[in-house]
């Protein structure tokens, strides 16, 4: 059905006609009978499709309505394509007319990837609310940051009420306490009102391990490959077609019913698909069919971490992805900040590999990995929108044993030289919910499954997963409320001191991004870097047609000398300003930057 690249509404689970029939649809390619149960009240026989579909129309099902799948006339289960869960991931599925929703954001149009200021948040823990109403009160604050783009991370029905979103077992139903549907629309809607692009972060690796169903449909899984979580998805085995249009699906469906502008794509490197055409390609064709539909803009974000631009290479040299995660970046500056070389951050040099991932977007991009054995990575030449680069994310602080936020791990100044670095780089800048008023608070990894067994397996995977990266304690319960409350912002920080003038002075560093046509340009050809390895120092030129911006870096501890005699000071997070040691123009604070404007007049 992928085939055709006819973009019609959604084309599997209960959909709703114009005229209040219903389409009811199903994938079960072994099954000998299939079966819709609504409200345990009348049975509705699907009938044999081709390609593994089961299918009818009624006009008996109406929103709101509960119903399962009965397979064979045994078992009866949730739909795999169900877009509410009300009652959790082990409950009926509820039918929604996802196309009802009064959208006013009809003029709205993404703007150019080049222009994105992310914020990544996650939904439970942003607000005390904990929902998508919650968001929806802290659009004006994030307008007044300088965000242009509100990253959320997975929303997909998950067991319980406590997850990061990456052990969703339902990828089209929206999370019934976070508001389902009917609330991620009005969210979007309210963002588009606002001026905000929305990304939405989606899991097509696997899926969770409580509330999986799919295996009872079909041949969702495949043994051929294993991945961190298990099987792998079923992508270029028998039957994967009905897998490959399952995904394709999901996809579409956040753009076009959900309005959503971007997704970003969990760990494509976890994806296993030798198939002549690869499913992340299959993915971006179907979205370019959708968008020459509607009009619209839409974007396909991977997380990689295999160096490798086949991924964002446009079809056919790859796969056609507009941008990628770069944690190379990350891990070089973290390194340059004094976080220990060990494990994933025992590859890295500090401020060298800094410089030449301002350079080069990859550190690895061909040379011998002495923590993966072996040489990584390729290099590339795709210009700097197609990266996004940030100093924390919900896996750097997270995948921490006590999910150590930056201002627990660094000092004040040397925060505010991290965020520089981030903010003042040609690639796409990504900020983590809190960092910028410098929470005190950590996000920590947090579940709330109801199986007994599963709790202690994760509860022990989470201690091991430690033993190289720290000493001393155990890592938090994962499945403790108290784990996830921590996790939780406290917003009354933000206005008190020193976290007012943090969030003054990342305000102040996203406008001067913002302004400044050189800061934030992606040809990464009008970047270049200086190394004093021995003093600590970077420099970092910004070239632009009408002036250039030399932004010098101290990453060490002590006070230099600067002889920088040239253009303009026109910032510097040493003043007092800044809650800084204080300026003085021959010297360069520690930990500090120092930008410089020079005209070319």
Same mark, same amino acid.
């Given at each position: 059905?992928?085939?055709?690249?006819? =973009?019609?509404?959604?084309?599997?689970?209960?959909?709703?006609?114009?005229?209040?029939?219903? &389409?009811?649809?199903?994938?079960?390619?072994?099954?000998?009978?299939?079966?819709?149960?609504?409200?345990?009240?009348?049975?509705?026989?699907?009938? &044999?499709?081709?390609?593994?579909?089961?299918?009818?129309?009624?006009?008996?099902?109406?929103?709101?309505?509960?119903?399962?799948?009965? =397979?064979?006339?045994?078992?009866?289960?949730?739909?795999?394509?169900?877009?509410?869960?009300?009652?959790?991931?082990?409950?009926?599925?509820?039918?929604?007319?996802?196309?009802?929703?009064?959208?006013?954001?009809?003029?709205?149009?993404?703007?150019?990837?080049?222009?994105?200021?992310?914020?990544?948040?996650?939904?439970?823990?942003?607000?005390?609310?904990?929902?998508?109403?919650?968001? =929806?009160?802290?659009?004006?604050?994030?307008?007044?940051?300088?965000?242009?783009?509100?990253?959320?991370?997975?929303?997909?029905?998950?067991?319980?009420?406590?997850?990061?979103?990456?052990?969703?077992?339902?990828?089209?139903?929206?999370?019934?306490?976070?508001?389902?549907?009917?609330?991620?629309?009005?969210?979007?809607?309210?963002?588009?009102?606002?001026?905000?692009?929305?990304?939405?972060?989606?899991?097509?690796?696997?899926?969770?391990?409580?509330?999986?169903?799919?295996?009872?449909?079909?041949?969702?899984?495949?043994?051929?490959?294993?991945?961190?979580?298990?099987?792998?998805?079923?992508?270029?085995?028998?039957?994967?077609?009905?897998?490959?249009?399952?995904?394709?699906?999901?996809?579409?469906?956040?753009?076009?019913?959900?309005?959503?502008?971007?997704?970003?794509?969990?760990?494509?490197?976890?994806?296993?698909?030798?198939?002549?055409?690869?499913?992340?390609?299959?993915?971006?064709?179907?979205?370019?069919?959708?968008? @020459?539909?509607?009009?619209?803009?839409?974007?396909?974000?991977?997380?990689?971490?295999?160096?490798?631009?086949?991924?964002?290479?446009?079809?056919?040299?790859?796969?056609?992805?507009?941008?990628?995660?770069?944690?190379?970046?990350?891990?070089?500056?973290?390194?340059?900040?004094?976080?220990?070389?060990?494990?994933?951050?025992?590859?890295? @040099?500090?401020?060298?590999?800094?410089?030449?991932?301002?350079?080069?977007?990859?550190?690895?991009?061909?040379?011998?990995?002495?923590?993966?054995?072996?040489?990584?990575?390729?290099?590339?030449?795709?210009?700097?929108?197609?990266?996004?680069?940030?100093?924390?994310?919900?896996?750097?602080?997270?995948?921490? $044993?006590?999910?150590?936020?930056?201002?627990?791990?660094?000092?004040?100044? $040397?925060?505010?030289?991290?965020?520089?670095?981030?903010?003042?780089?040609?690639?796409?800048?990504?900020?983590?919910?809190?960092?910028?008023?410098?929470?005190?608070?950590?996000?920590?990894?947090?579940?709330?499954?109801?199986?007994?067994?599963?709790?202690?397996?994760?509860? &022990?995977?989470?201690?091991?997963?430690?033993?190289?990266?720290?000493?001393?304690?155990?890592?938090?319960?994962?499945?403790?409320?108290?784990?996830?409350?921590?996790?939780?912002?406290?917003?009354?920080?933000?206005?008190?001191?020193?976290?007012?003038? $943090?969030?003054?002075?990342?305000?102040?560093?996203?406008?001067?991004?913002?302004?400044?046509?050189?800061?934030?340009?992606?040809?990464? @050809?009008?970047?270049?870097?200086?190394?004093?390895?021995?003093?600590?120092?970077?420099?970092?030129?910004?070239?632009?047609?009408?002036?250039?911006?030399?932004?010098?870096?101290?990453?060490?501890?002590?006070?230099?000398?600067?002889?920088?005699?040239?253009? @303009?000071?026109?910032?510097?997070?040493?003043?007092?300003?800044?809650?800084?040691?204080?300026?003085?123009?021959?010297?360069?604070?520690?930990?500090?930057? =120092?930008?410089?404007?020079?005209?070319?007049?």
């Amino acid at each position: 059905m992928t085939k055709s690249k006819k =973009i019609d509404p959604l084309r599997i689970g209960v959909n709703f006609h114009a005229d209040g029939t219903a &389409k009811v649809r199903a994938w079960s390619p072994t099954a000998q009978t299939l079966a819709a149960r609504v409200n345990d009240r009348f049975t509705l026989p699907l009938q &044999k499709a081709e390609n593994g579909y089961w299918q009818a129309t009624t006009g008996k099902i109406a929103p709101g309505d509960r119903y399962v799948f009965v =397979i064979d006339d045994e078992k009866a289960w949730p739909d795999p394509a169900s877009l509410s869960q009300p009652d959790g991931v082990h409950g009926p599925s509820q039918a929604v007319n996802v196309c009802a929703f009064n959208w006013t954001d009809g003029e709205w149009q993404s703007p150019p990837l080049s222009d994105y200021i992310l914020y990544e948040l996650h939904t439970g823990t942003f607000t005390p609310a904990g929902d998508f109403e919650g968001i =929806i009160q802290k659009l004006d604050y994030l307008l007044d940051l300088g965000i242009t783009a509100v990253e959320l991370m997975p929303v997909a029905q998950f067991p319980g009420n406590r997850n990061w979103g990456y052990d969703g077992v339902f990828p089209f139903a929206v999370q019934n306490s976070y508001g389902g549907a009917r609330g991620l629309q009005k969210l979007v809607d309210a963002c588009h009102k606002k001026g905000l692009a929305v990304v939405l972060d989606v899991v097509y690796n696997h899926l969770g391990p409580e509330g999986n169903y799919l295996p009872f449909f079909g041949p969702y899984f495949t043994g051929k490959y294993k991945t961190p979580w298990g099987d792998a998805l079923n992508f270029d085995d028998a039957w994967c077609d009905g897998v490959r249009d399952f995904f394709i699906e999901n996809s579409l469906m956040w753009f076009r019913d959900f309005h959503v502008d971007a997704l970003r794509l969990d760990a494509v490197h976890a994806i296993r698909d030798f198939s002549p055409k690869h499913i992340l390609q299959e993915i971006k064709e179907n979205t370019a069919e959708l968008s @020459k539909s509607t009009g619209k803009t839409y974007h396909l974000i991977a997380e990689c971490d295999l160096n490798d631009p086949r991924f964002i290479n446009p079809i056919p040299k790859g796969f056609g992805l507009d941008a990628q995660w770069t944690d190379e970046f990350h891990h070089a500056l973290r390194v340059s900040a004094g976080e220990p070389r060990q494990g994933y951050y025992s590859d890295f @040099k500090g401020i060298t590999d800094l410089a030449k991932a301002y350079r080069n977007a990859y550190v690895f991009d061909g040379q011998y990995s002495e923590q993966r054995h072996k040489f990584f990575g390729a290099k590339t030449d795709n210009p700097g929108r197609q990266f996004v680069v940030f100093s924390q994310n919900h896996d750097q602080v997270g995948n921490r $044993m006590k999910g150590e936020r930056s201002s627990m791990l660094v000092s004040f100044e $040397m925060q505010k030289l991290m965020t520089a670095a981030v903010l003042l780089s040609p690639y796409l800048p990504l900020l983590f919910m809190g960092e910028e008023w410098s929470a005190p608070s950590p996000f920590q990894y947090f579940v709330s499954h109801t199986d007994k067994q599963l709790i202690e397996a994760v509860r &022990k995977g989470r201690s091991d997963e430690f033993r190289e990266f720290h000493s001393g304690g155990e890592a938090p319960d994962p499945q403790a409320s108290e784990t996830f409350e921590q996790s939780i912002l406290p917003w009354k920080f933000s206005a008190e001191e020193p976290h007012q003038t $943090m969030l003054n002075y990342y305000k102040a560093l996203v406008l001067l991004r913002k302004t400044q046509a050189a800061l934030s340009d992606p040809d990464r @050809k009008a970047t270049t870097t200086t190394v004093d390895e021995q003093a600590g120092v970077l420099t970092l030129f910004r070239r632009g047609r009408e002036q250039d911006f030399h932004c010098l870096m101290n990453f060490s501890a002590a006070q230099l000398p600067n002889a920088f005699s040239e253009g @303009k000071k026109i910032f510097d997070s040493a003043d007092v300003l800044w809650n800084g040691p204080g300026t003085a123009a021959d010297i360069i604070q520690p930990e500090s930057i =120092i930008i410089y404007q020079v005209s070319h007049v």
